[in-house]
């Protein structure tokens, strides 16, 4: 009964990536202004109340540059909550698990997570978002290969980009999207007056 019950719980899950990945290629995402310091916040709160979390003992520390970015809150909820919960599965129990976002000169806003796991291989890097790929050393884990398929999804349809960067202390993946064009204004607002004054 047991097995039945986690072989369910396998297939709900493999179900719910394959929509959400159909709907994230296929239908026009609702997009607005979105704090993603905020967004990001409330996602790493919902993934510390998880009992996987909480039993494992793993941390989040987290350096969050407040900035906009027009994106489906939705949809950018699902890709955080994707790179945590992969950090969080291959984090060692009592990790920490490093969170960063931050502006970059060229009018981006970069989301790195960054875990203490055993990292990607060399010759993975290139393929952990491809859709169902699983790593030989991952295929004793739970997970359909399908949850940085949707996160590079997700960031394309944002006209963004998603990448596994070399490491040598964990996995270290990076998202890196567009700056909404208000939070471009208010900075050349404010760098402006910082000029004049």
């Given amino acids: 009964m047991r097995d039945a019950r986690t072989q369910a ?14 709907r994230y290629t296929s239908v026009e995402s609702h997009t607005e202004d979105t704090r ?19 039993t494992r003992g793993i941390g989040f520390r987290l350096d ?5 970015a027009r994106v489906d809150p939705d949809a950018m909820h699902r890709a955080v909550a994707n790179l945590l919960d992969n950090a969080v599965k291959w984090g060692p129990a009592g990790g920490a698990i490093l969170v960063e976002l931050r502006r970059t000169a060229g009018g981006h806003v970069e989301l790195g997570v960054q875990d203490h796991g055993p ?14 790929y699983r790593s030989p050393a991952a295929r004793a884990m739970p997970g359909s290969g399908l949850g940085l398929a949707i996160v590079r999804q997700i960031a394309e349809q944002h006209g963004g980009t998603v990448s596994a960067v070399p490491s040598s202390t964990g996995a270290h993946i990076l998202m890196r999207l567009p700056l909404s064009p208000s939070d471009l204004q ?10 004049s004054g």
């Fill in 9 to 22: 719980h396998a297939l709900k899950a493999l179900v719910n990536d394959l929509i959400d990945l159909a």
């Fill in 36 to 54: 993603l310091d905020l967004l990001t916040q409330q996602v790493v709160d919902r993934t510390m109340a998880l009992a996987t979390v909480t």
């Fill in 64 to 68: 969050l540059e407040p900035c906009l």
């Fill in 119 to 132: 990292g990607i291989p060399p010759e993975d890097l290139s393929r952990v978002f491809d859709r169902f």
């Fill in 186 to 195: 208010e900075r050349m607002v404010r760098s402006t007056s910082t000029r």
